[in-house]
């Protein structure tokens, strides 16, 4: 598997405009995307430092996701996402390696990213995605 970067770094919290002014006006970072994904039941908000990105989720429904991850383990880094060139291969191989997958196919995430994620199981308890951007 070909990782090219650190993509982002996932972190779930309750209150995304809480969230959104201590990464502004304590860290002194600028939040250049909100976006609302339904299937995922999630809201986020990016912020950029170097090359890397900080992604805020809040959760749209407390059944959702997020909503389960901050009701069993509170706010904080839910996960850590790779690029990778080509994701379906990356996922297959993956697999080859007795992985356990989360995503067997990749689906579209936020950014217009195909995204899949494997199990933190399997990963040193880390929930760890894999992102592509086909735009590119």
Do not use: W
């Amino acid at each position: 598997m070909k990782l090219t970067h650190i993509e982002h770094i996932g972190i779930a919290v309750v209150n995304l405009d809480e969230a959104i002014s201590y990464y502004e006006n304590v860290l002194g970072l600028k939040c250049y995307a909100l976006e609302e994904i339904k299937d995922q039941k999630v809201k986020t908000a990016f912020f950029k430092i170097g090359q890397t990105k900080i992604e805020l989720l809040e959760s749209t429904d407390p059944e959702g996701p997020i909503g389960k991850f901050i009701e069993n383990k509170g706010q904080g880094v839910h996960h850590i996402a790779f690029a990778v060139d080509k994701i379906e291969e990356a996922l297959i191989e993956a697999e080859s390696k007795n992985i356990k997958l989360i995503n067997k196919t990749p689906r579209k995430g936020a950014e217009g990213l195909d995204i899949a994620f494997l199990h933190p199981k399997s990963t040193m308890g880390v929930l760890t995605e894999l992102c592509e951007d086909k735009n590119k």
